[in-house]
């Protein structure tokens, strides 16, 4: 099975930006979707982005869209994240899924990603 690694994360004030990148390695690509999702304290999961390399399809939450952008390079996938919002602080965790659905279902449901980074702190506040 792969693997997935994060990095990225750290503190940054509202407006600002940070980049999550997320190795992935021991993955057959073509048959994969990548996701980022979010644990906010207190809440679940949440699905933030997703691509897969089948039709380059993509994914944004409605809280995120026009501000995140996710893009994949090799093996490397990143989450671009402007004018960050308090809101979005949480721990981003990425994660492979088959794609079982398109990815517009797929990566909503954090149940059907078996693989897991061990995840990165994202935190924005004044």
């Known amino acids: 099975q792969g693997q997935l690694v994060e990095s990225g994360g750290g503190s940054v004030q509202p407006g600002g930006s940070l980049t999550l990148s997320c190795a992935t390695s021991?993955?057959?690509?073509?048959?994969?979707?990548i996701a980022w999702f979010r644990q906010a304290p207190g809440k679940e999961h949440e699905g933030v982005s997703c691509?897969?390399?089948?039709?380059?399809a993509t994914f944004y939450a409605d809280s995120v869209k026009g501000r995140f952008t996710i893009s994949r390079i090799n093996n490397t996938v990143t989450l671009q994240m402007n004018t960050l919002k308090p809101e979005d602080t949480a721990v981003y965790y990425c994660?492979?899924?088959?794609?079982?659905?398109?990815?517009?279902?797929?990566?909503?449901?954090?149940?059907?990603?078996?693989?897991w980074g061990q995840g990165t702190q994202v935190t924005v506040s004044s």
């Open positions: 021991g993955f057959t690509w073509d048959y994969v979707a």
């Open positions: 691509i897969s390399r089948s039709d380059d």
């Open positions: 994660a492979a899924g088959a794609l079982i659905s398109p990815v517009y279902v797929l990566c909503t449901k954090p149940n059907l990603f078996g693989s």
